[in-house]
């Protein structure tokens, strides 16, 4: 069975930092994993993504240069690094991965529509 389980959400003050993860029931290493976030009222946004083929990364412009994302295949599992955090950082987050294996895609995509397998969610809150 397919499954995306993310964990390391929670209530945070502005300029804080939080680390979520991302664990996979399969085998990682041949696909792009992506984060994507979704606040109310409003549309699934990506995050950040980070390949197969070599575990380059692409950001969104709202959190580059705050974000970091990273990959353990050997855990099965990505992570998401967030510093300087802000209130519009404040949403739900879900890690993704596609029904195909990207080890030929040099650049992984940022689309909520190149992604099949989603995880739950959770929760980011920043708020003084």
């Known amino acids: 069975q397919v499954q995306l389980v993310e964990s390391g959400g929670g209530l945070v003050q502005p300029g804080g930092s939080l680390r979520l993860s991302c664990e996979a029931s399969?085998?990682?290493?041949?696909?792009?994993v992506g984060w994507f976030r979704q606040a109310p009222g409003k549309e699934r946004e990506g995050v950040s993504c980070?390949?197969?083929?070599?575990?380059?990364?692409s950001y969104a412009d709202s959190v580059k240069g705050r974000f970091t994302i990273s990959r353990d295949n050997a855990k099965n599992t990505v992570y998401l690094q967030m510093n300087s955090l802000k209130p519009e950082d404040t949403a739900v987050y879900h890690c993704?991965?596609?029904?195909?294996?990207?080890?030929?895609?040099?650049?992984?995509?940022?689309?909520?529509?190149?992604?099949?397998?989603w995880g739950q969610g959770t929760q980011v809150t920043v708020s003084s």
């Open positions: 399969f085998t990682l290493d041949y696909y792009a």
């Open positions: 993704a991965a596609p029904d195909r294996t990207t080890t030929h895609e040099p650049i992984c995509p940022l689309s909520v529509y190149e992604y099949d397998f």
């Open positions: 980070i390949s197969s083929s070599d575990g380059s990364a």
